[in-house]
């Protein structure tokens, strides 16, 4: 699946406002859809690094059929709860590829992020980057650990260039006790099909 940022305003109303990212008027999640069976800091999970992958090669595959597709040589890529891998076309050249997550070892393994920052996006949403900064976000298998789904894709819709791409890709292969009640209690037709492309 991938969002444009057409699709992403379909998930959310934004009005200007004094908040950089805009005004949601649209909550998505509940108290109890955004809540965790493990409420340790997420941090606390990558006190050991643990490089694993939870996707098949198949699926990797399709996902870098995708990028490989959508994502333009030369662009500015944020790969958000990025992990010791990307999956992006090897042959692709980027112009910068900036990662994001909560675990320095494995991210600095990394070999397409040209740099990376660490951040808990359940403790704080904002990007400390510049209004369209991006063509395209990446969220790889890790949508489904954030509890303030809301602001952290309105700081998506904030650092986005016009008409670049949000891709969302996610597995059912997770950390459990980490994943939100929206998504252990919900089903695979929970997603509007409005934000399928």
Same mark, same amino acid.
């Given at each position: 699946?991938? =969002?444009? %940022?057409?699709?992403?305003?379909?998930?959310?109303?934004? &009005?200007?406002?004094?908040?950089?990212?805009?005004? =949601?008027?649209?909550?998505?999640?509940? !108290? +109890?859809?955004?809540? &965790?069976?493990? /409420?340790?800091?997420?941090?606390?999970?990558?006190?050991?690094?643990?490089?694993?992958?939870?996707?098949?090669?198949?699926? =990797?595959?399709?996902?870098?059929?995708?990028?490989?597709?959508?994502?333009?040589? $030369?662009?500015?890529?944020?790969?958000?709860? #990025?992990?010791?891998?990307?999956? @992006?076309?090897?042959?692709?050249?980027? &112009?910068?590829?900036?990662?994001?997550? @909560?675990?320095?070892?494995?991210?600095?393994?990394?070999?397409?992020?040209?740099?990376?920052? @660490? !951040?808990?996006?359940? %403790?704080?949403?904002?990007?400390?980057?510049?209004?369209? #900064?991006?063509?395209?976000?990446?969220?790889?298998?890790? /949508?489904?650990?954030? %509890? %303030?789904? +809301?602001? /952290?894709?309105?700081?998506?819709?904030?650092?986005? +260039?016009?008409? $670049?791409?949000?891709? /969302?890709?996610?597995?059912?292969?997770?950390?459990?006790?980490?994943?939100?009640?929206? *998504?252990?209690?919900?089903? $695979?037709?929970? *997603?509007?099909?409005? @934000?399928?492309?």
């Amino acid at each position: 699946m991938f =969002i444009t %940022q057409e699709n992403l305003k379909l998930c959310y109303s934004y &009005k200007s406002s004094s908040s950089s990212a805009g005004r =949601i008027k649209r909550l998505v999640l509940t !108290k +109890k859809g955004s809540t &965790k069976p493990n /409420v340790t800091p997420d941090r606390e999970l990558y006190a050991y690094s643990r490089f694993v992958t939870h996707v098949d090669s198949g699926f =990797i595959t399709t996902l870098t059929d995708l990028y490989r597709e959508k994502l333009r040589p $030369g662009s500015e890529v944020l790969d958000i709860m #990025s992990s010791w891998v990307s999956h @992006l076309p090897k042959e692709i050249e980027f &112009k910068k590829v900036v990662g994001h997550g @909560l675990d320095s070892q494995e991210l600095a393994k990394n070999p397409r992020l040209d740099y990376f920052f @660490l !951040k808990d996006l359940n %403790q704080n949403q904002e990007f400390e980057m510049e209004k369209c #900064s991006f063509d395209a976000v990446l969220c790889t298998v890790s /949508v489904h650990y954030l %509890q %303030q789904l +809301k602001k /952290v894709f309105a700081e998506i819709f904030r650092v986005l +260039k016009p008409g $670049g791409l949000f891709i /969302v890709s996610f597995s059912n292969r997770l950390f459990y006790e980490k994943e939100i009640g929206a *998504w252990r209690e919900g089903s $695979g037709y929970c *997603w509007d099909n409005r @934000l399928l492309d």
